[in-house]
């Protein structure tokens, strides 16, 4: 049973002082450092985050993780956090979200083939909303200089990273997050043409750190909505959004279009989003 040690991690980032930042899993326990990797290698591992409510996680979040494999990253982590800069907590609950990254990691360490370096996918917990406060702790975590940052996002969470009103002065503010992390970011239907986004980020003046990437399908992804076995939704589609309102709807066919079969097994186990 893992709810009672998920438990404990979540005590422990409610706690005074908090635990800024934790791993509740993680691939092996070299973890972020690949068994794999040549002992001659001195440069920085690079970590993939992808911070998110997962409220549940998606296909689409998996494939923002293939994407952020094919730009060169080392080890992924998964990362919820326990405040959200917007949003309070409805639907799922921490444990099960957590439960529900547990499974995609595991699908990662067990399934994954064209994408080697997914393997090495861990899942964290931060107590921090704004990326730029998760970050540290992180670092922190790892002797200096052996691992780096780089952030996964939607070209919808960059205009959002890049929005004052969460800052003092946001390019003072954002200063220190840039020297330390990169940015991969991936456009998103319904926020904006690549051309938009790529704009977007000459103007925030940080494009040598921000990598623009695309979601693509792969084989077991065919694209093409208009497959009767598509369910009209595209990878680049998918959110969470659609899925909690497809298991409200009892549309199993959508709900298992767009998260993987481990993470469907917990939505219907545990009867979430059915109201
Ligand atoms: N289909 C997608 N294409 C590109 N980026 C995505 C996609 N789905 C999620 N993301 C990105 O993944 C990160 C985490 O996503 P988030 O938890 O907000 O998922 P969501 O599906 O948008 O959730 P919700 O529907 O509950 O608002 C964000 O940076 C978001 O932009
Ligand atoms: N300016 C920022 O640092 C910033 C902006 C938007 C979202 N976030 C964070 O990104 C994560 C995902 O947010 P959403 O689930 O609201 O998309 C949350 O942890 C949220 O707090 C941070």
């Given at each position: 049973m893992r709810q009672p040690y998920l438990q404990q991690a979540l005590a422990k980032a409610s706690a005074n002082p908090p635990k800024p930042f934790q791993t509740t899993f993680t691939a092996s326990s070299s973890w972020p450092f690949s068994p794999d990797r040549p002992a001659s290698t001195t440069r920085p591992t690079r970590i993939a985050v992808l911070d998110s409510s997962f409220n549940p996680p998606t296909k689409a979040h998996y494939h923002l993780l293939k994407a952020a494999a094919r730009v060169g990253c080392d080890a992924f982590l998964l990362l919820l956090a326990t405040n959200n800069v917007d949003k309070g907590q409805t639907g799922a609950g921490a444990i099960e979200r957590l439960e529900m990254m547990e499974a995609m990691a595991a699908h990662a360490l067990t399934h994954e083939k064209e994408d080697s370096a997914l393997r090495n996918i861990a899942v964290g917990l931060t107590i921090h909303a704004r990326?730029?406060?998760?970050?540290?702790?992180?670092?922190?975590?790892?002797?200096?200089?052996?691992?780096?940052?780089?952030?996964?996002?939607?070209?919808?969470?960059?205009?959002?990273?890049?929005?004052?009103?969460?800052?003092?002065?946001?390019?003072?503010?954002?200063?220190?997050?840039?020297?330390?992390?990169?940015?991969?970011?991936?456009?998103?239907?319904?926020?904006?043409?690549?051309?938009?986004?790529?704009?977007?980020?000459?103007?925030?003046?940080?494009?040598?750190?921000?990598?623009?990437?695309?979601?693509?399908?792969?084989?077991?992804?065919?694209?093409?909505?208009?497959?009767?076995?598509?369910?009209?939704?595209?990878?680049?589609?998918?959110?969470?959004?659609?899925?909690?309102?497809?298991?409200?709807?009892?549309?199993?066919?959508?709900?298992?279009?767009?998260?993987?079969p481990p993470v469907k097994e917990i939505i219907e186990r545990n009867g979430l989003y059915s109201v």
């Open positions: 990326f730029m406060d998760k970050a540290q702790p992180i670092l922190d975590s790892y002797q200096a200089g052996t691992v780096q940052l780089s952030w996964i996002m939607g070209h919808d969470t960059m205009t959002r990273l890049f929005d004052p009103k969460y800052y003092n002065d946001v390019h003072a503010d954002m200063a220190p997050f840039f020297e330390r992390c990169n940015v991969i970011c991936s456009s998103r239907p319904g926020y904006g043409s690549r051309d938009e986004m790529m704009q977007f980020v000459k103007q925030s003046g940080h494009s040598e750190k921000v990598a623009l990437v695309e979601i693509v399908a792969t084989e077991d992804t065919v694209e093409e909505a208009g497959r009767p076995e598509n369910h009209g939704v595209e990878i680049k589609e998918m959110s969470s959004t659609v899925v909690r309102n497809a298991a409200r709807n009892k549309d199993w066919k959508l709900v298992e279009r767009c998260v993987l």
